[in-house]
């Protein structure tokens, strides 16, 4: 017997999650059928995690016997299967997944492989950090339309730390990332996905940090130092330029409170950031790994420099607080981020 399940009308952050609960939450059947009749609207995130649950689902089903996922009324999507969309989930319509070279202010769902990235580091010669800063600038070329100034300078420095973050913490071999620019909006949006272990596993292997959950981890990773802590024990890479302090996350945290928002996924549990608003979720029936997506109101964008100045001394002051703790809980986290609204 088919099931039938309608993809919504609009997938963006909240609805894509509630979605992917409910295929993750799906009775057994013999076959699956996604309609996408009533599919209007897809921002970068929803296309990425949408299409991640989907992939995961199938995957999984196929493993446990003779199961068919299939789609219908997709065809008419032009836009979407242009950027990878179905090609993500492993439908055969559309462009596969970097093979559209991006437009004026989108880049299409795009893979990059982690090992990739490193060796090109190793034959060129250069430390993996400017490798990463390269490729982040030419993101941020294709999404801007610019070379410098403030967007360039700021999409550049969030897509640097963002794939930096996911290929230092996730263990996963390859990450994702979509993005738009809506210059009539003055909105941005950029969004990256790995498939591997989520920041609480990464974050565990600090002995000093209490993990309950997975929206523990979220609440705990946006704190400066913490997943670069150095601690009794932790193996020292002295010529490793990734091995830095944990502020990546950080920085992109307050960049998003000052000038946007930020939502972010680990396993089972969804971080959400919107202003002076901190919610940390737990969300079962997630498809795993971590994902993250900021959007900016490019008329709140300062000069980046004077920015991360600012938050990395208000940064340090709070992580000297995390320092000379004995113990790091998420409530820390939540009483720390509320100290900088006062």
Known sequence: MAHTIAVPRSLTSNS?????QEIMGLPDDDEYVFDFEKLDWLEPFGMLFTAQALKVFSARKKAEGPIRCRAQNHQKHNYYAHMGFFQAFDLKFGKKL???????????????????????????????GEVVTEHAAS?????????EGNLFETVRYAV???????????ISKTVRYCGQFWPTKHKVQLAILDSGTGIAKSL???????????ADALKLATLPGISGKMYDGVEVRPYDDWQNSGYGLYMIYRMCRSAGSLFMT?????????SNTHKATPQAGLPGGTSIRIQLDTRKLDSLDRQLQQYKR?????????????????????????????
């Open 16 to 20: 894509a999650v509630a979605f992917a």
């Open 139 to 147: 993101i941020a070329r294709v999404l801007t339309r610019e070379e």
């Open 160 to 170: 640097r730390e963002m794939l930096r973050n996911a290929a230092e913490h996730s």
């Open 98 to 128: 970097g093979v559209a070279p991006g437009g004026k202010n989108y880049l299409p769902i795009t893979e990059l492989n982690i090992d990739d990235l490193y060796t090109n580091a190793r034959d060129t010669g250069q430390v993996i």
């Open 266 to 274: 680990s396993n089972d549990a969804t971080l959400e950031v919107i």
């Open 314 to 342: 208000e940064g340090k002051e709070q992580a000297e607080k995390i320092v000379g703790a004995q113990t790091v809980r998420a409530s820390a986290a939540s009483l720390m981020l509320h100290s900088e609204e006062e």
């Open 204 to 214: 565990s292997k600090n002995p000093y940090l209490e993990i309950g959950d997975d």
